[in-house]
């Protein structure tokens, strides 16, 4: 079974500043993809980045980036210049290519509060 | 925005009612999934289906079952609620190919806060 761990419950950064979201992930599969979900204030599960286990390169979404690490199997967010609307709840997820695991595993989570 | 809606948004209900919450999509994909959220869990998925009346159940199914007769409707059904069953309900829904390989890209429905008493 995969397992996906957050081990930052709360973070909070300066507007503007650059903050890294942890999460490492358990898996016996060698091809997946991994995902960071945001959650905003409203609920809504929002897609924000993906990476498919078999590039190397690290996926990038305009000032969010991953730093994908298959060896250690660690999958980190990076969120540059940092918005006020960037606050919200952070969920990486894995999923794996066949059968039943194409079910979503999700993280606790990382409730990120960006200061003024 | 995937088209996802879920119906109702809000419901407070008495242990031991039967419910139903009602997830619908528009955009005709083979993949429909409920998740539960609760604190310190994220989202945890209780059954999928992958394709009409075709379903599994998830890592919290116990106590649930669901049915999809056509592919725009998947629901969720407590036969007897719990309070345990208070939590947040979502519905996902997936069918994303890229270079020809499926990737389970699920996009979200808005949830539906469940309480019961």
């Known amino acids: 079974a995969q397992t996906v761990t957050q081990s930052q419950p709360e973070m909070s950064v300066q507007e503007a500043e650059t903050v890294t979201l942890s999460c490492t992930y358990d898996?016996?599969?060698?091809?997946?993809?991994l995902f960071w979900y945001k959650q905003p204030p409203s609920r809504q599960m929002i897609l924000v980045i993906r990476q498919e286990a078999y590039k190397q390169q690290n996926a990038t979404e305009n000032r969010f980036s991953v730093n994908f690490q298959k060896a250690a199997k660690s999958f980190s967010l990076k969120i540059s210049d940092s918005q006020l609307g960037d606050t919200a709840m952070y969920f990486c997820a894995f999923t794996g290519e066949s059968g039943s695991a194409r079910q979503l595993t999700f993280g606790s989570g990382t409730q990120l509060t960006v200061l003024p | 925005d995937a088209g996802i809606t879920q119906s109702p948004r809000h419901k407070v209900t008495e242990t031991g009612t039967p419910v139903t919450l009602r997830c619908h999509q528009t955009e005709n994909h083979r993949y429909m999934y409920w998740y539960r959220q609760d604190p310190g869990h994220g989202l945890r998925l209780i059954h999928y289906s992958y394709g009409v009346k075709d379903t599994d159940k998830g890592e919290v199914s116990d106590g649930y079952s669901v049915s999809r007769s056509k592919t725009e409707d998947f629901l969720l059904t407590l036969e007897s609620a719990t309070s345990s069953q208070t939590s947040v309900y979502f519905c996902?829904?997936?069918?994303?190919?890229?270079?020809?390989?499926?990737?389970?890209?699920?996009?979200f429905g808005p949830g539906t806060r469940l309480t019961v008493l």
């Open positions: 898996t016996s599969e060698n091809n997946y993809y």
């Open positions: 996902a829904i997936s069918e994303s190919f890229l270079e020809g390989r499926y990737i389970n890209e699920q996009f």
